[in-house]
């Protein structure tokens, strides 16, 4: 095993830590440890939230998620040597939930979560079919995830990390600021926002000293957001095995981690909508000098997945078109494309019982595959969603004889969060 180098006591908050992580983007920010390049290593992750959501069958901890308190970040490690202009390879080796037999009350320790966010807190994918928060919690037994929330399906976890990333420079920070904060402009009060301005209140800045911290607190992005330092990119296959090539962009690159995700569905719908959870990552990481300009790199992050991933065969699948619920006609729109093929899946799933809740909160969760099919056919993207029908304990397949299971329903059905 690895030497830690970002420990994480489950019993303590994450401010009250031997090292003290970060929840925004800046320049300033000083690295907890250095590393060389070559070098092998742990590091500990808090789930986004820090332990505001709990193992219980209330929502109203997600209709209250503290949004501006996210996300608990691991970091920043500095890389000997790395220089603006270089890449930054890093390899996953392993990544797991905490290492722990008994369940405990952090998620992580046996368990974790999934969230629709409400309308009034972020919203999600489909927030105007489902402006209320809910939740599912999820057990794991070895690689295996079910919840009494969402019953007769169980699924392999594709672990990975949600939030990976550099540091930007502080000519990177200000172009972020100034291009969110004009499309902020364009409607400030939409509900959910258009984006989210830095925010000085409940930042977490790691070292940065207390003459700087207003200043900095002004400044720091967000994490919400992918962008040019990869950052919250959600992609569900940047699992063990992979290797990712970051763009360098200030010295030592100051690399950073969070967002533990058990398992996701690919575009993470329902906001919340991993499997959140604490747990560990080892990496490895090495450098190539001047990578950015050898091989293009300037715009983001390139990848190889992981290799490691669950093996499943054969899939259900959904299409949707840019047609909105309405009927109205839009133009090659990949994002409304992906809506109608989620709805089109949940609406399947409730003829064998599930209540649309539950069929969202398992888009969301289980590894499931979506894809831009066709985005040149005018007028229409087709975007799809495949469903492993082998994560369901009854034969999810159509056939002449109709749906030949129902679930029994309310058992588990998650509750909406009061208002
Ligand atoms: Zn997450």
Redesign the pocket.
Known sequence: MPQTIFKLDSSRKFEDQEKLGHNRWHPEIPPVATVKPGDCFRVDCR??FDGAIHNDDSADDVRDAPLMTV?KLSGPFAIEGAKPGDLLIVDILDVGPIPQEDSGPLAGQGWGYTGIFSKANGGSFLTDQFPDAYKAVWDFKGQVATSRHVPEVSFLGLTHS??MGTAPSADLLAKWNAREGALIATDPHRVPPLALPPEPREAVLGGVPEKDFERVAGEAARTAPPRENGGNQ?IKNLSKGSRIFYPVYVDGANFSVG???FS?GDG?ITF???I?MSGFIDFHVDLIKGGMAAYGVGENAIFMPGRVEPRYSEWLAFSGTSVTLKGEQRYLDSFLAYQRACLHAIDYLTKFGYAPEQAFLLLGAAPIEGRHSGVVDIPNACSTVYLPTAMFDFDVRPSAKGPQHKINPGIGAPRAASR
Do not use: S, Y
């Open positions: 789930e986004w996300h949600g939030l959600d967002d533990l995700h996701q993470e919340c909508g991993a959140e």
